[in-house]
């Protein structure tokens, strides 16, 4: 069985909350397993990522996981 990420299946609108780490377990799963198989979800996450850390929202060591 394969799930297909690709068409309909984009994480955008959850990608703010991912950062925030206020999604359910379940969400963050998909988010994190779709932003390692679509190049746009990933561009935009890093987008959000870094808004996210501009507005003091996340601290850096958040976002490179340490
Ligand atoms: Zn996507």
Redesign the pocket.
Known sequence: MTVDPGEGA??RQLLGAYVLDALTPGETRRVCR?LRE?D??AADYVEVAEAAALLGLVNEEDLLGE
Request: charged share 0%.
């Open positions: 984009h994480v779709h679509c746009g979800c």
